[in-house]
């Protein structure tokens, strides 16, 4: 599986749009981007996930590059309780359907 | 549904004494994960199962550590004997095959500490 690369951390105000970007320059064509979070203390949380197009869900929105390279989750209006290690991961679809985690970005939201 | 439901939720034994975690995954999810997840090594998979059949577990540690689904509907990671480095939080997620897609569903987790 393809490799990711995001910032360690990140900081945002609450109620404005918080823009997470990850890198994956050696994403095969049958790879997906997926998005997890995990807030302190919890079990990590699907957010999102694409293949090539931008998805938005109630939760955020995915925008990928045209070359898929990169990826940027969007949270539209961060509040508090975004306050997160948000995961970018890159997975085959399929029967391996295994998901590795990277380190993620800390993201803060500030009151 | 109530989700995963892992059990315990903490967990505090001796060096040298067995140690079972407990998972209970979504109901009609074929596949099941167990991570653990440390501040120095963060999240990593140790195995998953697919229709209850271990699939991969080139993660697990050594052979102190065992997972067994005997059931659709439960699965076990046992360590014996547990060691001071074993404590961590492991956690159990499912996801449900044929969508072509993984969406995986964590439980809350069990923080193991051996003294």
């Known amino acids: 599986d393809a490799k990711t690369t995001q910032p360690p951390s990140m900081d945002c105000a609450e109620g404005r749009a918080a823009n997470l970007p990850c890198n994956h320059s050696?994403?095969?064509?049958?790879?997906?981007v997926y998005w997890y979070r995990q807030i302190h203390s919890q079990g990590p949380q699907y957010i999102i996930h694409?293949?090539?197009n931008n998805e938005t869900n109630e939760m955020a929105s995915l925008i990928i590059t045209e070359d898929r390279k990169s990826s940027t989750l969007i949270l539209p209006h961060a509040t508090l309780r975004d306050t997160a290690v948000y995961y970018c991961?890159?997975?085959?679809?399929?029967?391996?359907?295994?998901?590795?985690f990277g380190t993620g970005t800390l993201l803060a939201v500030q009151p | 549904d109530a989700g995963v439901i892992q059990s315990p939720r903490h967990e505090v034994t001796e060096m040298g004494q067995e140690v079972t975690l407990r998972c209970k995954p979504i109901?009609?999810?074929?596949?099941l994960f167990w991570y653990r997840q440390t501040m120095m090594r963060g999240l990593e998979l140790l195995i998953y199962?697919?229709?209850?059949?271990?699939?991969?577990d080139s993660g697990m540690p050594e052979d102190r550590f065992s997972a067994k689904m005997p059931n659709a509907s439960f699965s076990t990671l046992k360590i014996q004997p547990s060691e001071p480095r074993d404590s961590a939080v492991y956690f159990c997620?499912?996801?449900?095959?044929?969508?072509?897609?993984?969406?995986?569903?964590f439980g809350q987790g069990t923080r193991l500490t051996v003294v």
């Open positions: 991961i890159v997975a085959k679809s399929g029967a391996t359907n295994k998901l590795i």
């Open positions: 109901s009609g999810h074929d596949y």
């Open positions: 199962f697919n229709n209850n059949v271990p699939i991969d």
């Open positions: 997620a499912s996801s449900l095959k044929g969508t072509g897609t993984t969406e995986a569903f």
């Open positions: 694409g293949l090539k």
């Open positions: 050696t994403i095969s064509g049958n790879e997906y």
